[in-house]
T-cell receptor
Framework: DAGVTQSPTHLIKTRGQHVTLRCSPISGHKSVSWYQQVLGQGPQFIFQYYEKEERGRGNFPDRFSARQFPNYSSELNVNALLLGDSALYLC?????????????FGPGTRLTVT | GQNIDQPTEMTATEGAIVQINCTYQTSGFNGLFWYQQHAGEAPTFLSYNVLDGLEEKGRFSSFLSRSKGYSYLLLKELQMKDSASYLCAVRAPSYSGAGSYQLTFGKGTKLSVIP
């Protein structure tokens, strides 16, 4: 079975632009979470979705938004990009969103803002 | 708010045992996770604790004390491939209200295993 997939792998954008990152969860998983990881730091939680509903939101500005589609894939959108948005964006999927569940991470999208 | 502390770096010898500590202060608690992350790769799940005590999984064990806000990851019979960053993460209620949770990660402990 395929693991979590993310696209694109790498992306270079300029300040002020908009970006859309995509994630496909493991087959059968209904929950997707998004994280931002800056070099040398742990991942920071952005959003969690389950069954197309937002189930968690981290402390990120409104420039960050996400959605989950009927097939459980998800998009993360970032508007008005800043240099500080340069990071590895990780998507993780899980069967459920509460209790003792494992999250499986995708390879990430490396975003560079210039 | 959430605050998670773990040592920045550790070095241990192949075949030895190493303990990586994690202390946390969170508003609410719904479980603690340990992840392994090799350089340039995504994190992989190692363990989950929600009740006090020790969880053992092969060469890896994780301990939790909720009253002390403390956890450790124990790695036995260290192998060179265990050189990686180890991330402690706590799940707690998120900003967005009832029924929602977020996973807060520490900055990670970079473990170097030497021959």
């Amino acid at each position: 079975d395929a693991g979590v997939t993310q696209s694109p792998t790498h992306l270079i954008k300029t300040r002020g632009q908009h970006v859309t990152l995509r994630c496909s969860p493991i087959s059968g998983h209904k929950s997707v979470s998004w994280y931002q990881q800056v070099l040398g730091q742990g991942p920071q939680f952005i959003f969690q979705y389950y069954e197309k509903e937002e189930r968690g939101r981290g402390n990120f500005p409104d420039r960050f938004s996400a959605r989950q589609f009927p097939n459980y894939s998800s998009e993360l959108n970032v508007n008005a990009l800043l240099l500080g948005d340069s990071a590895l964006y990780l998507c993780a999927s899980s069967l459920v969103w509460q209790g003792a569940y494992e999250q499986y991470f995708g390879p990430g999208t490396r975003l560079t803002v210039t | 708010g959430q605050n998670i502390d773990q040592p920045t770096e550790m070095t241990a010898t192949e075949g030895a045992i190493v303990q990586i500590n994690c202390t946390y202060q969170t508003s609410g608690f719904n479980g603690l996770f340990w992840y392994q992350q090799h350089a340039g790769e995504a994190p992989t799940f190692l363990s989950y604790n929600v009740l006090d005590g020790l969880e053992e999984k092969g060469r890896f064990s994780s301990f939790l004390s909720r009253s002390k806000g403390y956890s450790y990851l124990l790695l036995k019979e260290l192998q060179m491939k265990d050189s990686a960053s180890y991330l402690c993460a706590v799940r707690a209620p998120s900003y967005s209200g009832a029924g929602s949770y977020q996973l807060t990660f520490g900055k990670g402990t970079k473990l170097s295993v030497i021959p």
